[in-house]
């Protein structure tokens, strides 16, 4: 008689329990990185249509009405929903317009988690509940550059929902100013996949932010997500040349943002939870004792200083 040699039915069993719960450990991290891959190429491209758009604008400033009355309570705005209509849709293919009260109607979701995945914040309906430091009491706001506009929301063709908090006051770079307030034109909080999660800022929620009503500059930063046991996170401080080498140290997916994607992380600090006075990598001149740009985030503030001063530090994706 032929024996024949097998598994047993326990055996079988086993290995496929076993199986099992390897694809359980393994599974879940192999998605978000293969999520994380394709929303950072989306955002790559919904940067690249936006800077494109905005390129072609001859002016960013100007759109709508935006009046009030002696308490300071606005009694007309169309700022926001005049500049898609009439700015941004002659140049970008929109497929649905949602005035503030209605953002939900462009796939806006009501609530998002800021960037460290443990605060979960109402989406903001105006340019105060984005960042109210976008109104502190200072030479911008009593000279009446920044505004306190509502919202309004717009889809793409790629499925993409766009809130907008637009300026219609905004400045050129050549402002006497050094305050960022007044200079943002339009700030754009997107979500990738609409109402789908997990809308959580640095996941499927970012931003992308017009400065300057004339040349404006178009940025779109992704801040890195802080994980304990590595460096840099906000509150770390360097000189200038320090700071730019932590965000080396990371990886060479990291670099320190320049003077205008820190402005940028500013108008929507709420979503980040930042705190402190940053480094750019934006130089005026180099060596030691040479200057390079920083950013406030508490007063929002930009200027300069010798690159051998010590501030915080915050990284960004390239």
Known sequence: MKKFRGFTLAEVLITLAIIGIVAAITLPSLLVNVNEKAWDAQ???????????????????GYGTFETDEEGTATEDTAAESFILDALSKVYKINNVCGADKLSACGVPNKITTINGKSEIDFPTKISELNEKL??????????????????????????????FYNPRCASD???????????????????????GPNQVGKDVGFITAFYDKNPVVVAPVPYIYNYGK???????????????ACKSIGEDFRLPNRDELASLFVNEPLLGIAGTFWSSSVISSGASGLAWYQSFTTGYRYYDVRSASNSVRCIKR
């Open 135 to 164: 109104l502190i009491d200072n030479e911008i706001v009593e000279d009446g550059s920044m505004v306190d506009t509502k919202a309004a929301a717009f889809e793409t063709v790629n499925g993409e929902s766009v809130a907008v």
């Open 231 to 245: 460096v840099p996170q906000y509150s770390d401080t360097a000189d200038a040349v320090d700071a730019a080498a």
């Open 43 to 61: 955002k790559k491209a919904l940067h690249a249509r936006m800077a494109q758009a905005i390129g072609q604008m001859n002016t960013l400033g």
């Open 174 to 196: 050549s402002s006497s100013y050094h305050f960022v307030q007044d200079k943002m034109c339009v700030n754009f909080l997107y979500d990738l996949n609409g109402k789908e």
